[in-house]
């Protein structure tokens, strides 16, 4: 039997251990697609924050308008008969089409 050279085989334990680490590189738990997932949701959950921070802006917005301070009382008389649709008989109302 032929005795393999110890050169020849640290050469192929060196390129076994290489594709190995290349691989898990590329496609482990935090490898190259991996990141790639991660960029793609950080993107994604960027986006929300964008959609809900200008949420939160209209909303506090619509609470400083409801502040005591800067709170008209003839809007908010418009607003609540507008939202209860009441009206008081002295009232003179005028409908108009939304188009």
Do not use: W
């Amino acid at each position: 039997m032929r005795r393999v050279p110890a050169q020849l085989l640290l050469t192929v334990a060196c390129l076994v251990l290489l594709g190995y680490f290349t691989y898990h590189g590329v496609y482990g738990k935090h490898g190259y697609e991996a990141s790639h997932q991660i960029n793609a949701e950080v993107a994604e959950l960027r986006e929300t924050l964008d959609r809900l921070t200008r949420d939160k802006a209209a909303l506090d917005h619509r609470i400083t308008l409801m502040l005591p301070e800067s709170l008209d009382p003839d809007m908010l008389d418009e607003s609540a008969r507008s939202a209860l649709s009441f009206a008081l008989p002295t009232d003179l109302i005028i409908l108009h089409s939304q188009e």
